[in-house]
């Protein structure tokens, strides 16, 4: 409904890092979670959790990758 589509707009305005079950709760929807999450999807909207802090930029947040092991066996 055009209606519901609105209101879910208007609430993530307001609170864009609510999570699927708050904004079924505070649209007072009873529906599941997926068909919230379809919707939003199809109005466009992505929903991804950020990390509350910025990435460092100085220093490294993950180890270097190790080689396949080939290179250091001795043949």
């Keep these: 409904m055009a209606e519901h589509r609105i209101a879910i707009r208007k609430q993530l305005q307001r609170k864009p890092d609510m999570t699927l079950a708050e904004l079924r709760d505070a649209l007072g929807l009873e529906c599941t979670l997926p068909a919230i999450h379809y919707v939003l999807v199809d109005m ?32």
């Design 44 to 75: 466009g909207l992505t929903y991804k959790k950020r990390r509350s802090a910025l990435p460092s930029k100085t220093a490294k947040t993950s180890p270097k990758r190790g080689g396949g092991g080939s290179a250091s066996k001795a043949g």
